[in-house]
Structures are given as C-alpha cells and as structure tokens.
C-alpha cells in the first residue's frame, strides 16, 4: 500500500484511475513502464496512476529525474491542479494552454498534448479526425493488420507482441495487448519542472557543450557547416521466429558517411523515445509517423510510412542539436550489431535528460531580460496557436478537396465522357452518310474527358498530398511547443518568486542569482528554437507551396492541351 | 347530354375526366379549347375530356380536320387502345412508343409526348426533371412571377390573363387560371388519322406545291439559295390597360428585309399553334420555350428566353417548308398593324391543316417501296429513342456537373484561397524577419484560388450552357418525332389493309392506287424530314461540341497561366 501525492483524475476509456491526495492505494503492477503503474484502490478498483503522484520508489527507467525531489512543497506550483481535469482537455492541445497566466504552468501539466500523445496512441486517420481519403485508406483496409505494437508484418497470422525485446520500457504489461498505455503524457520533463536544473548544486560536467549564437534574428543555434541528411529507402522485409514473425527494414543512408544501417519501424521509436527524453523539454520533438496508418494494400503502406520517416529524418538532422547527439549518430551511424546495442545500452542510461538538457547549453551572450523574454514568449505562444488554427484549416479543407478530387469529380467527368461517347455511337447508327467525321471526333473528345477523368483522380497524390503532408507535420511540430513553452514559463515564474523563496529561506540569495542566470539559459534556447522553427517554416512552406502550384498549373495545362487536340479533331463547317 | 366515343383514362392531376365508350356525360364547359372539353359524368365528377371523344359539334377553331369521319367503323384502328392506360405512359413518351408494332398507330394515341406537351404545361425545370441550377433559378425565384398565361410583367401586382385576345382558342375558361390545360396533346393531326388525306376525292388546287428530290442521302427538300434567317434582339417593355399591364416585346429582324418587327412571346405562341396545325403532320415542330421559366431577375429571364426563342426561331428558318410558309413570313416581315391583323386572320381560317399538308407536297420521282420505306422508319425510330436517351444522359450529367461546378466545387477553391490566405496572415504575425518574402507569395496564391472559384462558378454559363441548351433543344424536337412517325405508321397500315378494303368495298380498286400513291408522298415527306433533321444534328452538334471543347481548353489555359503567375511570385531557396 502506497500513499497518493496529489489529485489525480482519469481520463475515459484509458485504463486510469482517479486518485485523491492522501488516498491509500495497492500497487498492482510496477512494470507498466513510461511513468505509469497500475495501482487498485480501497473500492477494488484497477487502473494506471502516473508514477510519480504515488509515494514509491519507481523501476529503474534510467531517468534520473525520477528521484524524489527534496523539497516537496517547494513544487507545490507545478502539482497538478486540483480543479476538476475534464476529458475534452486532452482533445485540444489549446484548450487549456494560452487562455492566459492564471493557471500557470500547472495548466500545462493538465493539458495532455496531441502531438506528443499521437505518437502512442494515434488515430487512424493520418490528417485529422476524419477518415482518411481513398488513397491510403480504402473501405476495405484492416484497421488492425499493422496495429502490431512493434509494427512487424504478421506473415503467419500471429498476433502476439514481442515484449520487452530491446527497450527499456516494457508495453502491454499486465492487461495486455487489448491496453493502450498513453506512455508520453508528460514527455521528457515528466517527473520534474524545471527547478531540478535551476537549483542543482552542481550541473553536469565534461559533456559537450551547445552553443547559441546572436545571430541577425536574434539567438540562434550553433549550425554545422555541413548540414547532415540521410535517405530512408529500400524497405525489405526480414523474419524471425523461424519465419513467424516478419517485418520490414528500411536503409537509412546519411550523407556523411554514405554508409546505409538498417533500421527497422521499432528502431526509430526508440531513437524517438531517446531524443524525447534527452532533449524534449528544450526541443520539441516531432512524432513518429502513426502506427496504426493502415493501407488497403503493405505496399503502400510501407511506402507511405518511409516517405514519413524520411520526413522525420529530415527534420531531426536538419536540427544542429538532434543531429549532432550521440544517439542519433549512433543511430545513422552504428558500426554493427554489437556496436548498436553498446550503444543501445550507453544511450538508455543517459543521466543527462529532461530539463538537465539546459546544463549542457551556453549563450555566448549576456543574460536576458525576462519581461522581454515573457513577451517574446507570449508572441510565440500566440503565434503557433494561430498557426496550428491555419494548418488544421489547411487539412480540413484539403481533406475534403482530396475526397471530391479522388471521388465525385472525377465520376463526373467519366460520366460526361461516357455521355459523349454514347451519343457518338447513337449517331453512328443513324444511317446518314458522313456521319463519321462528327461521330470519330465525338467520341474522341469523350475519351478525353475519360482520361480527365483519370488525371483529376491521380493529381492530389502529385500536389495535394505534399501540402498535406507538410502541414500534418507542421501539426505534429506545433502540438509541441505548448510543453516546451510551459517549461520555459515554469522557470520564469520560478525566478519571478525568487526574492519570496529567498525571504522565507527556501532558497539562498546565491541561489537566486543561479536560477536567474540559468532561466536566461532557458529563455536563449527557447529563443533559438522559435528561430530555428520560423525558418524552417518559411524554408518548407515555400517550398511545398512551389511545387503544389507548378504540378497544379502543369496539371491544368495538360487538360488544356488534350482538350485542344479533340477541339481539333472537328472539322470546321 | 352526350355520349363518349372512346374509353379516356384522365391523367392525375390535370383535371381530366375518365370515361368510358358508350357513357353519357354532360357538357358543363365547351369554350375550353385545344380540343379538350369539360363534362360531367353521372356521379357528378366534372373534368377535361378530349372534345373528338365526345360526340359533339366542337366549336369553330378554323380546323377542318375537326369535322366527323364520315365512316367511324372504317377508323376503329386509330381509335385510342382500349387496354388500361396507366398515368405513367404521360411521363415518358418512348416507353409506349417503339415497343414494337403490337399497339400499331394507337399506341402512339395513348402515349402524350413530352415534347409537344412540354409547350403548354411545362415544369418549371428547363431541362429536366430536377430544379435548374442555380444560374437560372435561385433559391428566392418567386415560381408564379413569370407564369403569367400570356407571359406578361405584372408591373402592378395585377394577374389577370387577357383572355381570348387575339387568339384563336379561349384559354384559361372556367375553372380559372390554376387550371393546367394540356392543349396540345394530340397536336396538329388530333382531328384525324391520315385517311382524310389518302382517300380525299380532290386535293388542294392552285397552293404552292413543296418540292422534294431525290439527293445523295435520298428524299429531301428543296432548299431555298439564300437560307432565311433572322435576329431576336431587344427586348422592351410596354405596357397597356392604362399601364396595368406591362409586357416584353422583342425585336425580330429577318435576313430579308433587314426590317425589325416587333413580337411579343404571345405572338411567337400563336405562330407556333399556327405551325402545329398547319404543318405538325408532316413536320416536327419543336414547342416554344417554356413560359413558366422562373427566373431570379427579370433581366435574367427576359434574357434566357430572348435566347431560346432565337434558338426556336433559327430552327424553324432552318427548314425550307416552314421558312417559305405564309404564315411564318407574315410574322417576320409584316408592314403593319392592320397588314399582322388581317395576316392573323387569314392564317387561322388555313384549311389545309392536319394531314392535308401532304396534299401540298410533291416528290419528283417514283413511287417508294412501302417496305423499304417501313425498314426505314423503323430505323429512325430506334434512332431518334437512341438518341433521346443520349441527350437525356447528356442533360443528366451536364445538370449535375452544372451544379457542382456552380456550388461546391467554387466553394472549395474558395475556401483553399483563404485558407492560404489564413495562413499567410498568420505567418506576417510572426515578428520574424524576412518573412514578407514568403507571406506576399502565399497570400497572392491564395487570392488565385479565390479567382479560380470565381472562374469555375462563371465558366458553365460559358460552355456547359451552350451543350445543354443544344441537347434541350433536340430533346424537344425528339419529343415530336414519336407523331410524325406514327402519322406516317397509319398510313403505311391503312395502305396494306387496301385489298382488304375493296373486297370488302369499303373503298373502289383506284382509292387503293391513289393512297398507296399518296402514302409515298407521307413517305418522301418523312424521309426528307429524317435527312433534314440528320443534317441540322451533325450541323448542331459539331458546332456546339467545338464550341464546349474551345471554351474548356481556354477556361483550363487561364487557370494554368494564373497559377504560374501565383508560382512566379514565390523566390527560389
């Protein structure tokens, strides 16, 4: 029997239980893994409760965050509030976030991000909360076939999980496959705020330091010269288990080494779970694409989900702090079997995550002003919360172009083609003579409006589907930052209470002027995030928008021209 | 009292009254007109009887044909069927028609054809069954504002129908002006079967004869050098009953004289009456335009109609034997007042109406075999229902394309332009620089989207418009085929009982040779009518094909040069 810390309300349908502070409760599972435990209740109930609201001593999940802190009501700001926590806050990753300061940062622990959860426990639909279009997603596509929770093809019919192989969370756990465990609720920076880096009496040492410039636009990151990139490509499958179980494997090939290693769908999860917990409470880091995307037919599938991962890729090595981690080159770069579970190992007991990520920061610049600073910040926040409105606008409306393209439109234009050409034959019969130079030129004109008919249902996958794709990622990217901004403010409210700490000798005056230097820390790598993200926002945009409309006008132009050609087939009267 | 002739099955709701052969009725209204009379039956139901169903004496109409038979058992095979005619034979007038020779020519008798009937009560849809798109008909279109018996602008509210003015039948009558009257249900030949012409002792002397040869598709009309043709153009309003009653008077101004007469629709309405009796024999006469075309504004209705009586007109100048008519030529080119009044007058005492039009026609060469002939018409019977379900599937599919193109598709474009547009604005809010560079391009290709929407809504009035209304055009004239063809079919029929006749003396041996003689002519005449009718098709449909393809292929050309425009604005990274 352990006691409940702080409040804790369930949310429906996930497998969890409400708990009051100060209730007594019996674990009944400690292995659930990602910061969760299954616990029973004086009532007999089952159900998960985050680890650290219950009073015990967690697994060993190499986070070093997950030690008691030594002051409890010291963190009092940052338990989780105790207003009643609705359901629909995790729906809306805005719901709750930019409604203003009045509930702070524990607001934000409240709040349950999409982009981070979707990674877990995604929906079907790759765009939305809709359906997918007939292009990925047929009526007939089985919703489970790649719902494997480690992604492997099920060649012989066998359902069952490879459990605990590798990783150093084991899933499924008690309840089995039937659970879904939302395992990033409080990615990376779960188990503390931030004063576990602005209070530490001593920061890490030796570890390499990264580096914020003043650039132009202000802070910036230390970028490489060379930028690294990678090509995802060549997914073959594999099989173990005697040929029971098969997967896929891609070929990942950075530009440094021009060396392919492969991976396989699981192996970058764990790069992702890795990245997520090292650096996610500075960085936000995107999800993986979806697992449970499902295709009518494996090779679109597997196409769609490399075109993803090479997406995701993309980004993360387009990222000076990502690319130049040990883990993620470890993850391009690994020698061998052995030197990738060397390096597996090395990788899962990294002591240096969640928000010590800062101590391993240095601005080559003067502290900054945090009235500035929290303006800046409120722009920012307001900015990608106006920006996901925009991009989910784009997908809403995107979506429903892709339907009618894929769908009615072209129908349509194959029934007026067919119409054509029916009324062609008709005249054919009619007996006449010279019916034949109207009736070859209708019918032509019919099969082009048959071969629209076909084009207009190819397009979107030629121009709408980049633009979707972008802005799906965009979603996922800015579904992020209202954690890592939360971060941020917890530790600019943490300063702002300084003078009240040092008074009632919660802290020392020393103390005070560490945290103030450090939150500067805090608020340069904030700064140097929203300015690697608004560039490479107008570097994307720009980009998917030039090809959405040169395949858009190539489209047009290629039905103007066919219909040219039947306009010729007519004879001038 | 009266006693009915033939069995009549009333059509739901058009205030017509069953009855039965040999049933007595009373005549409660005979000033009906269009050959429809009101009776009451025993059980004191009161409706609208055909008047040759009844043995009465109709009221003058100027018809010559309306005088009786003189031996009724002689025409038992034209009367109407006496198997049950269903309500649903009215709807389609090729499901009784050409189901084989089994129902002969009464058949025909039972069957209402669309297309003439379209002419007098016709559904406020131009082309179809469903409601027009909105181009013609918007949502606020007030029904009843142009339905008006005599088509005029009710400039005070007022809406009486000038009853009987000029006309030569009453309309409107007795139960008022919510009564539909089918006029023209059995239009021109309703008084007779061809047998008035084939056994008439003496022809009509000194008329001008209609020539037909023999040309390199067969029988055909003699076609005048120089083809008439004429302009329907500016349409004014004038006004009578000290302003009351307004109306549309449109200018009609022929090749010939290059002199503009003035017309109202009215006046078109009687020219068409006056070509149905006179020539809807031998002739297709395709109906007016409706009159109860609604339309949003009065500019919009006025225009559309203006259209269709041009189109209506340049038809019926097509055709050298209703182009060289008196009739038709006094309606163009009359001098004045008194020259259009006694005109009028002298048209509707014409006697040679109905089918005693082929007593005017002259084929210049031998006699046709009555089975080839047969082989023939059965031919363009199967092709003119072939071709009927052509252009009712063209219409079909035009009117949904219509739709679309004019209501959700403009409205998704509409809405990617602004979703750009959103994003872009969002994008300015980001305080980072240089982000006009991207936000400038993004919010001109937004604003192309919008143009585009503007384009698609616009473009069916330019093309799709014209294809419809071609195809409208033919199904009308299809429409009256199913009555010349079945004028034609009675006396082929009656032709190949002729030995049975004269065994039997009902006719002399020379009556025999003279209506094998004169059913050549209904057959040079009917084939001379298919040939005009292929000619004017392949005509037509080249022309407005070419027309749809050029406007398509220049629609698709802007829309491609707008989108490079929109991709020339964004700079290449």
Redesign the interface.
Known sequence: AVQVLYDFSAEPGNNELSVREGETVTVTNQNIGGGWIEAQNSRGEVGLVPEDYLEVTPPSVGNVAAAPPPDLSFFDAFAPASTPQTSNGGGDPWSAWNTDATGGASNNWASKPEGTQTGRSAAPDPWGAQSHPQAYQGPGAEEDEWDDEWDDVKSSGYAESESGEGGAFQRGGAQGTAMKISLNKFPGFSKSGPELYLLAKQLVKGSQKLSIYMG??GPVWSYPDNQLDCVVADPKKGSKMYGLKSYIEYQVTPNTTNRPVNHRYKHFDWLYERLLDKLGSAIPIPSLPDKQVTGRFEEEFIKMRMERLQGWMTRMCRHPVVSSSEVFQLFLTYKDEKDWKTGKRKAEKDETVGVMIFATIEPEAPDLDPIEVEQKCD?FS??TK??D???K??LT??Q??WK?CTG??PK?YQ??G???Q??SS??N???????A??TD??TA?GKTYEEIALMVAEQPRKDLHFLMETNNEYKGLLGCFPDTLAVHKAGIEKVKEGDKLVATSKITPQEKVTMAKRVSTMSYTLQAEM?HF??N???D???V??LY??E??????T??EK??Q??AQ????
């Open positions: 132009e636009v722009q307001r900015f106006a920006m409105d925009g991009v606008e784009i409306v995107g429903e172009h009618r009615p439109l349509e029934r007026i067919k119409a054509f029916n009324l008709v005249f019969s009619s007996g006449y003579q010279g019916e130079t109207l030129a209708m004109a300015n608004h560039s926002r107008i570097y945009y720009n980009r928008m030039q409309l040169e858009q006008a190539k489209f047009y132009e039905i103007a219909l040219r039947a306009h007519f004879t001038t009267m």
